[in-house]
């Protein structure tokens, strides 16, 4: 019912930037949080970052300071810009939505995820 693309991954040296894009189509009605999680080979998935539907964030430690999540609630679509990357940012990205549909139903969502790799 809810469709997560995301785009914006790929190879880069560490302290380039990159810029994650996740656009969510469907029977949407709202969508309340949206989020970046992050899982990288042989770990468990985490959260990078979130943004409620009032714009506040949260951030994991890790990322602080470098990754700035964004949204634009007239296109459905999050932004994660993630600068000064390490190569412990090596993973695949998800995309993450909780989204009301037309059936008035309150859901997550997971994108199909997107590589970041970062080499040193």
């Known amino acids: 019912q809810v469709q997560l693309v995301e785009s914006g991954g790929g190879l880069v040296q560490a302290g380039e930037s990159l810029r994650l894009s996740c656009a969510a189509s469907?029977?949407?009605?709202?969508?309340?949080?949206m989020a970046w999680y992050r899982q990288a080979p042989g770990k468990q998935r985490e959260l990078v970052a979130s943004i409620t539907s009032a714009t506040s964030t949260n951030y994991a430690d890790s990322v602080k300071g470098r990754f700035t999540i964004s949204r634009d609630n007239a296109k459905n679509t999050v932004y994660l810009q993630m600068n000064f990357l390490k190569p412990e940012d090596t993973a695949v990205y998800y995309c993450?939505?909780?989204?009301?549909?037309?059936?008035?139903?309150?859901?997550?969502?997971w994108g199909q995820g997107t590589q970041v790799t970062v080499s040193s």
């Open positions: 993450y939505c909780f989204a009301r549909t037309s059936d008035l139903l309150l859901r997550p969502y």
């Open positions: 469907g029977s949407i009605v709202s969508i309340n949080s």
